[in-house]
């Protein structure tokens, strides 16, 4: 991401609303910071499957999930894309974004993204009172999983390897198979042999 021209101290939800609707911009704490160009295929299939599963399982359910780009008002000054969220409460959803913290947020990791998401939105979605935060590596095979505690903290979060699947707490009854995502062998399952020669 790349930190927009300094045109005002600290940006702002109404701010944010003005700005050209071909851009894709988010704000922490009042900066803003560009979306990067379109991600990767990996990125796209990862968040696409991840999607796809959330919205089979919450079918009927109160639960709703959505994928980017859905605006996600945290604050006046935190707005956010993530690339799949689950809401749980319906007066959260407008016409336009979501007004408050999903219960679910799920980043797929890019290069150029890595160090925001596990640092910058990471702490910004534990202030903001999010339940989970899943962030998948698509190209290293792996995700971490924060949950927060009775203290409405995360803490060092979970390692989740490629070959396990992620239960979420939010979402009773589910978990995420990781190789499916990835477009792995299922555990204990031989890979197909290679050309030969």
Avoid at 10 to 17: E, K, L
Avoid at 87 to 96: F, G, H, I, L, M
Avoid at 137 to 165: C, M, N, Q, S
């Amino acid at each position: 991401m790349i930190a927009a021209p300094a045109l005002s101290p600290r940006f702002s939800w109404d701010d944010y609303r003005r700005w050209p609707d071909g851009e894709r911009w988010e704000l922490i704490d009042g900066q803003a910071w560009a979306m990067a160009p379109a991600p990767s295929i990996s990125h796209q299939t990862v968040a696409g499957r991840c999607y796809a599963r959330l919205e089979r399982h919450l079918n009927g359910k109160p639960c709703r999930p959505f994928i980017a780009p859905t605006d996600v008002k945290l604050s006046e000054f935190d707005v956010v894309q993530p690339d799949v969220l689950v809401v749980c409460d319906p007066t959260k959803v407008t016409q336009t974004h979501i007004e408050g913290a999903p219960e679910l947020v799920i980043e797929v990791l890019s290069p150029h993204t890595a160090a925001r998401d596990l640092r910058d939105k990471k702490a910004l979605y534990e202030r903001a009172g999010v339940r989970e935060y899943l962030v998948i590596d698509p190209l290293e095979h792996y995700a971490v999983r924060f949950r927060r505690d009775d203290l409405g903290r995360f803490g060092e979060g979970a390692v989740i390897a490629a070959e396990e699947a992620v239960a979420l707490a939010t979402l009773e009854g589910f978990a995420l198979p990781l190789w499916e995502l990835f477009d792995l062998p299922a555990p204990g399952k031989p890979q197909s042999p290679g050309p030969l020669g």
